[in-house]
């Protein structure tokens, strides 16, 4: 099932992964089939990237219109936009870029928070009795980030959006500090988020590497201190189960997937590079099989 393009001709609008390294990259898997199924005449490649400058130098031709952006260059996407959407601006990171097609200029967006964040909260809507009756079940809550890097600051961005009152912990208390400071929240470190008991019913995002593969006997926050929480979201997703979701689970929360925030992230770009409504199952299912 390898890409699985359609025809390719004069009108096919190129678009791909900008990363390094990115074979192990599923997103193609998933756009092309999104693509074929909406008849959208556009193909998705791997795109192997030392310099983003330079390769936008050199592929600068009208048909190659989008590009999502992963490790390790969200920031210098970021610094290669014409235009920046206001809400990649307040983050400071890029996850894709359109080609304006009257222009040629290309405007940079952050669509992980989106991704995170409705992850998170239709995690929240299936808990009994956690809907508010308005706007985002996050509103309200008290949501605590670990890690304030690129998805760190996406996470805690989003959440403020949605009206939570975020907390960043971070390992070392300078960047926690002005994560918070910017998105208007509090800050402490991943230490004192040990004895951080306030109230019941927080959320919890990870969004430092800690547990991921290889390291997955890691966990950034011990078991003990997870019963407070009434939801953990892991950005992780390999593992899918991690130690910090087995604990959670264990310790009676509601567990939200790393790849859900794949996922979500896939819908709104099919949806940005196309115009088309994603095959939302069609993508899940394909994920599915490809790993
Ligand atoms: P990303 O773009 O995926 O968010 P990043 O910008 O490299 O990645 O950020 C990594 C985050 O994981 C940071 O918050 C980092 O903490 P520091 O700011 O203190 O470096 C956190 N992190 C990485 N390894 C960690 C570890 N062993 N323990 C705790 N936090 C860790």
Known sequence: ELYNFR???????????IGNPIGHSKSPH??????????????????????????????????WVGYSYTIPHKEAGFKCCDEI???????????CMIRNPIDGKLKGYNVDYLGAIAAIEEGLRGLNGSTNGFGSPLAGKLFVVMGAGGAGKALAYGGKQKGARVV??????????????KVGGEAITLAELENFHPEDGMVLANTTSVGMKPRTDQTPIPKEALKNYCLV??????????????E????????????????????????????????????????????
Request: hydrophobic content about 40%; cysteine-free.
């Open 7 to 17: 025809q390719i001709g004069a009108d096919t609008k190129v678009h791909g992964v």
């Open 85 to 95: 959407d206001p809400n990649a601006k307040a983050i400071g990171a890029i996850s």
């Open 30 to 63: 998933l756009y092309n089939a999104a693509f074929k199924s909406n008849n959208f005449n556009g193909i998705y490649l791997p795109l192997l990237v030392d310099s983003v400058a330079n390769f936008l130098n050199t592929y600068n031709s009208p048909d």
């Open 168 to 181: 960043v912990a971070n390992r070392s208390y300078d960047k926690a500090k002005t994560l918070a400071d």
């Open 233 to 246: 979201f892991d950005a992780i997703y390999t593992p899918k189960w991690t130690r910090l979701l087995t």
């Open 248 to 291: 959670a689970q264990e310790s009676g929360a509601a567990v939200v997937f790393g790849t859900e925030m794949f996922l979500n992230q896939a819908f709104v770009q099919v949806e940005k590079f196309s115009g088309l409504p994603a095959n939302k199952q069609l993508i899940r299912d394909t994920l599915a099989r490809n790993t």
